[in-house]
């Protein structure tokens, strides 16, 4: 995804970097995704099989949202893995979360999108992603101001 060229300024972290970032520990990892929400004004969550409940992408998404960031997710099941193997869907991860809206609980899936492109070909689906992203960001920023 952030080879596509369409998320400005978000270099993808080395295998190298990231086990040196968990070796620091939960503190470590904190930083390091408030460093990567910094100047940022969405959170984009790459939705896989196994994406929703995990402890750090629940971190993000919620620190994102609290943080008055746009959310959006991508079903990315349908691309290729480096096996060539696609994958099963995975579960919206935003549905987790509650919102309270003038005391009304909603699941925040009710407000962030995560869209699952329709092509079923591993390339189709990342010219696909590659076409809409940016306006899947600018929609998430634009519902995120509204809330």
């Not at 990231?18 to 100047?39: F, H, N, P, T, Y």
């Not at 409940?53 to 960031?69: A, F």
């Not at 309270?100 to 070909?121: A, E, H, R």
């Amino acid at each position: 995804m952030r080879n596509m060229g369409v998320v400005e300024g978000n270099v993808p972290v080395s295998d190298n970097s990231w086990e040196a970032v968990k070796r620091g520990g939960d503190a470590s990892i904190k930083r390091w995704i408030d460093g990567q929400l910094d100047g940022r004004t969405c959170v984009i969550v790459l939705v896989g099989s196994a994406t929703a409940g995990r402890k750090w992408i629940n971190y993000e998404i919620q620190n994102g949202w609290n943080l008055g960031k746009g959310v959006v997710g991508i079903h990315v099941h349908k691309l290729k893995d480096k096996n060539g193997n696609q994958s099963r869907i995975g579960v919206n991860p935003f549905a987790q979360f509650t919102l309270d809206v003038n005391g009304v609980k909603k699941p925040l899936s009710t407000y962030v999108k995560c869209y699952n492109p329709s092509p079923s070909d591993s390339k189709d689906v990342y010219n696909f992603i590659s076409k809409n992203l940016a306006a899947w960001v600018e929609e998430a920023i634009l519902i995120r101001k509204q809330c």
